[in-house]
């Protein structure tokens, strides 16, 4: 089974904080995705990568950053948090190929910005 | 561009009655589509998912889908539903080349009452 792990479920940060979300996959895909999840709003995506260090942005991609060193790691960064990116935030991966059809999602970290 | 338009935030029904979740895209090309569905306090994971042939898709727990291609619609149907299935209901979409990107619709959050 592909696994997808978030390295916190839960995170409180103040505002102006530097904050890295990370997330690892243990099955080689190539593609990973970060998505900001809010009611109402569904799921937005932030930013993907296609390959280490290749980044593409999504559709809501300000104030973040992202980093792609490794292939199984790809790590989300808020440069300075702030009240409005209080969210939940879920990490995707999908295969390449025939195959890339489904995503493969992690359980998401919470971030709380006060 | 696409879109995924999800009309019913929330659904309640009660256990044993069928549900009707519905789902609507614009695409200006072929695309595919797919639910998933969100347990409390779980990532996503894919339900059942539409590429070609048939145009109804079946998932192991009994629900279902139909693709319409005139009415750009995927509705996501179950004839008798259980407790169990609680959760928030995604429908997204996928072009069938050029990109990676989904998009989704902004959910549906199904309460199965006893």
């Known amino acids: 089974d592909v696994k997808v792990t978030q390295s916190s479920r839960y995170l409180v940060k103040r505002t102006g904080e530097k904050v890295f979300l990370e997330c690892v996959q243990d099955m080689d895909h190539e593609n990973m995705f970060w998505y900001r999840q809010d009611p109402g709003l569904g799921l937005r995506l932030i930013y993907f990568?296609?390959?280490?260090?290749?980044?593409e942005k999504g559709d809501i991609p300000e104030g973040y950053s992202v980093s792609r060193e490794k292939k199984e790691r790809f790590s989300l960064i808020l440069e300075s948090a702030s009240t409005n990116q209080t969210s939940m935030y879920l990490c995707?991966?999908?295969?390449?190929?025939?195959?890339?059809?489904?995503?493969?999602f992690g359980p998401g970290t919470r971030l709380t910005v006060t | 561009a696409q879109s995924v338009t999800q009309l019913d935030s929330q659904v309640p029904v009660f256990e044993e009655a069928p549900v009707e979740l519905r789902c609507n895209y614009s695409s200006s090309v072929s695309v595919y589509l797919f639910w998933y569905v969100q347990y409390p306090n779980q990532g996503l994971q894919l339900l059942l998912k539409?590429?070609?042939?048939?145009?109804l898709v079946e998932s192991i727990n009994g629900f279902e889908a139909e693709f319409n291609k005139s009415q750009t619609s995927f509705h996501l149907r179950k004839p008798s539903v259980h407790i169990s299935d609680t959760a928030e209901y995604f429908c997204a979409v996928r072009r069938t080349s050029g990109t990676y990107k989904y998009i989704f619709g902004t959910g549906t959050r199904l309460k199965v009452l006893a």
């Open positions: 539409y590429l070609s042939g048939s145009t």
């Open positions: 990568s296609y390959d280490v260090k290749m980044k």
């Open positions: 995707a991966t999908n295969p390449p190929g025939q195959q890339a059809y489904e995503q493969y």
